[in-house]
């Protein structure tokens, strides 16, 4: 069974840094893109990053780009997303989500239909 819990998620205040991790389980971790995805209160879901199974090439969308950085360490089965200069309007439940085929890592929301429970990003003063 497909398993990713993320954690790492509070509450910041503008201008303040997180970093979530998610841990996978249940497939062969390195082989597959991965993503984090985010939903803010009232919004659809939104994509975040990717990154390619290796951990060397990610994407970000425009957003977030130049503030936050997705990295992976296979040996633990861990993904990352270091938030840097959070900004009010980053405040969602971020989920990391598994590309549903391998070696793929896409920014379509359709091919990640596997994702974690999410965890909470608040940033207010």
């Known amino acids: 069974e497909v398993q990713l819990v993320e954690s790492g998620g509070g509450l910041v205040q503008p201008g303040g840094s997180l970093r979530l991790s998610c841990v996978a389980s249940g497939f062969f971790f390195n082989t597959y893109g991965m993503s984090w995805l985010r939903q803010a209160p009232g919004k659809g879901l939104e994509w975040v990053s990717n990154?390619?199974?290796?951990?060397?090439?990610?994407d970000y969308a425009n957003a977030v780009k130049g503030r936050f950085t997705m990295s992976r360490d296979n040996a633990k089965r861990t993904v990352y997303l270091q938030m840097n200069s959070l900004r009010p309007e980053d405040t969602a439940v971020y989920y990391c989500a598994k590309s549903d085929r391998s070696g793929y890592y896409t920014k379509n929301l359709r091919d990640y239909s596997v994702r974690g429970q999410g965890t909470q990003v608040t940033v207010s003063t």
């Open positions: 990154i390619n199974g290796g951990g060397t090439t990610s």
